[in-house]
C-alpha cells in the first residue's frame, strides 16, 4: 500500500465528480424508476391476495363451506292425520281441526229407519222395513276422549210407501229433529242445517248436510268443538 493513500483518498473527495447529464441519461433513470414502482405494487398486490387466500382459507377449514341456499319445497293441502283425508263412504273432508286424530276403524252399519227415527238400537230392520247405510267416522283428542263425529247416512232399502226421497227426509230429520235451528247455508255437495242440542251439563252442535242425490251427512262435535269449526269441516267435504 503506498504511504500517502490517506492524502490521495482526501485529494479524491475534494474532486468535482459532476456528470454530463444527456437527455439519453434521463430517459434510463426515470425508466428503471417506473420499473421499480410496478415491481414493488405488483409484489405488494400479490402479497394481499396472498393474505387474503389465507384467511378464507382458513374460515372454510374451521367452519367449512357456507351453506347452499335452497328453496323449501311447496307446502302440500293435507289432513293433520292421514286415516282423515280417505274416504268415507263417496266423501271425504279436507279440513281436520288441529289436536284431533281419527280412529282407523270406521263403524259400518245397517239400520231400520222410521219418521225422523234411526233405529239404531240391537234390533235388527225386519223385512218390510225401508233402511239406510250408516258409516261414521269418530275423531278423537290426542289426550284421550271422542270429540267429533262424521256421519254418512245413505238411503238402501225402499218401499212401496218408503221412496228414496222419504227415506233421506227421514234420515236428515233423525238429526235435526227436537234440536234448535240455527242457521242454513250451502255446502260444496249440498244444504246444510246447523242445529244444537241442549243437555243437561253441555250444548252440543251438529252440522247436517243433505247432498243432492239424497246421502245425509253429520258433522257432530261434543260441547268444546267450536260451532265454527264444525262448519270449516262441513264446508271442506267433497265428493271422493
Known amino acids: 500500500m503506498s504511504e500517502n493513500r490517506p492524502d490521495e483518498l482526501a485529494a479524491l473527495a475534494d474532486a468535482d465528480f459532476d456528470l454530463p447529464l444527456t437527455e439519453d441519461l434521463v430517459s434510463r ?9 410496478a415491481a414493488r405494487a405488483a409484489a405488494l398486490t400479490t402479497g394481499v391476495f396472498a393474505a387474503v387466500g389465507a384467511i378464507v382459507l382458513a374460515v372454510n377449514l374451521v367452519t367449512g363451506p357456507g351453506p347452499s341456499v335452497t328453496l323449501p319445497p311447496a307446502a302440500s293441502a293435507s289432513t293433520s292425520d292421514s286415516v282423515a283425508g280417505l274416504p268415507l263412504d263417496g266423501f271425504r273432508i279436507g279440513f281436520l281441526p288441529e289436536g284431533l286424530r281419527a280412529d282407523p276403524r270406521d263403524s259400518v252399519a245397517t239400520f231400520a229407519v222410521a219418521e225422523n227415527r234411526l233405529r239404531d238400537d240391537a234390533t235388527a230392520p225386519g223385512p218390510g222395513d225401508p233402511t239406510a247405510s ?16 262424521l256421519t254418512v247416512l245413505r238411503p238402501k232399502l225402499t218401499t212401496p210407501t218408503a221412496g228414496p226421497q ?38 252440543t252442535h251438529d252440522v247436517v248436510i243433505t247432498t243432492d242425490d239424497g246421502v245425509v251427512i253429520s258433522v257432530m262435535g261434543d260441547g268444546r268443538v267450536l260451532v265454527e269449526t264444525l262448519k270449516q269441516v262441513a264446508m271442506s267435504i267433497v265428493r271422493a
Open 29 to 37: 433513470v426515470r425508466r428503471g424508476v417506473r420499473r421499480r414502482r
Open 166 to 203: 222419504l227415506i233421506t227426509e227421514w234420515l236428515a230429520g233423525s238429526r235435526t229433529a227436537g234440536r234448535t235451528p240455527l242457521e242454513t247455508f250451502d255446502v260444496p255437495v249440498g244444504g246444510a242445517e246447523l242445529v244444537a242440542h241442549s243437555g243437561t251439563e253441555t250444548t
Open 134 to 149: 250408516v258409516t261414521t267416522r269418530r275423531y278423537e283428542r290426542a289426550n284421550g276422549g271422542s270429540a267429533m263425529w
